[in-house]
C-alpha cells in the first residue's frame, strides 16, 4: 500500500499547497451566498416550521461546497496529469486501479470536508446552529464528498481538455447541485417539480444533511441514505472499472 499512501500524500499536498485558492476562496463564496440570499429571500422562503430561512441556508451551502470542491480535486489533477503528461508517473508504477482509485477519492473528500468545515466555522459565528442526529451530518458529508470525488475521477478521465471538463462541470454538476435544494425546501415547489426534484440524486445529499441540524426532511433521511449509499456503490464500480481499462488513460 506505499503507491496509495504516496498517491493519497501528493493529492493532500497538491490542493494544501495553495490553500488560499482551494480552501479559503470557496469559504468566502459561500459567505457571500448566504449574506445576498439570506438577505434578499429571508421574508419570502417558507420552510420548516420554527427554522428562520438564514439558518436554513447554512446546511444547504456546506453541503455545496463540499460536493463542488470534492468534484474540482479529483478532476482537476487528472486533466492537468493527462494534458501536462506527468499522468505516466502515476500509471507506471505497479498501483492497482483500486489504489488509485481510493487515492484521488480520498484526498477529494479531505478537501471537500475541510472546505465544509471552514464554511461552516465562519457561518456559525452569525447564526447559532445546533445538532439534532450528527451521525447523519457525518455520514451524508462523507457519502457526498467520495460521490463527487467519484464523479470528478469519471470526469477527469473521460475529458481530454479542459473545455470539455468545464461542460461537465457547468452543464451536469452545477445545475444539479443548485436544484437539489440548497436554497429552498422541495415543500414549497408544485406538485409536478416536486417529483422531478426526486430524480436529483443531490437533493438526498443536501436534504439528510440538513436533517442532521433540524431533525426534519422533505424525506425520510434513512430513504436518503441507502440512496445515497446505492449512487455511491453504482459510481464507484463504473470509475474502477474505467480506471481498470485504462479508458483514456494508457491508450
Not at 420548516?48 to 482537476?76: E, H, I, K, R, W
Not at 472499472?241 to 488513460?249: D, F, I, N, T, V
Request: hydrophobic fraction near 55%.
Amino acid at each position: 500500500m506505499s503507491g496509495f499512501r504516496t498517491l493519497f500524500y501528493k493529492e493532500l499536498l497538491r490542493f494544501w499547497k495553495v490553500a488560499f485558492q482551494t480552501v479559503l476562496a470557496p469559504v468566502i463564496t459561500a459567505l457571500l451566498y448566504l449574506t445576498i440570499f439570506g438577505h434578499a429571500l429571508r421574508d419570502h422562503v417558507q420552510v420548516y416550521p420554527g427554522v428562520q430561512y438564514t439558518s436554513f441556508l447554512v446546511p444547504g451551502l456546506v453541503m455545496m461546497s463540499v460536493l463542488q470542491n470534492a468534484f474540482a480535486n479529483s478532476s482537476s489533477s487528472l486533466i492537468q496529469s493527462k494534458i501536462t503528461g506527468n499522468l505516466v508517473f502515476v500509471l507506471l508504477p505497479p498501483l492497482s486501479h483500486y489504489e488509485m482509485y481510493a487515492a484521488y477519492v480520498l484526498a477529494a473528500v479531505v478537501r471537500g470536508l475541510c472546505v465544509g468545515l471552514g464554511v461552516f466555522i465562519v457561518t456559525v459565528w452569525f447564526i447559532p446552529m445546533s445538532f439534532t442526529a450528527p451521525l447523519y451530518i457525518i455520514a451524508f458529508a462523507v457519502l457526498g464528498s467520495a460521490i463527487l470525488g467519484t464523479l470528478g475521477v469519471i470526469a477527469g478521465i473521460w475529458a481530454e481538455k479542459f473545455d470539455q471538463l468545464a461542460a461537465f462541470q457547468n452543464f451536469l454538476i452545477m445545475p444539479l447541485t443548485f436544484l437539489s435544494g440548497v436554497f429552498y425546501s422541495t415543500h414549497t415547489l408544485p406538485s409536478g417539480w416536486r417529483e422531478v426534484s426526486r430524480l436529483n440524486p443531490f437533493f438526498y445529499m443536501i436534504d439528510g444533511f440538513r436533517y442532521g441540524f433540524f431533525g426534519m426532511s422533505d424525506i425520510d433521511p434513512l430513504r436518503s441514505l441507502l440512496i445515497v449509499g446505492g449512487f455511491f456503490v453504482v459510481l464507484a464500480v463504473l470509475a474502477m472499472r474505467m480506471l481498470a481499462s485504462g479508458y483514456k488513460l494508457r491508450h
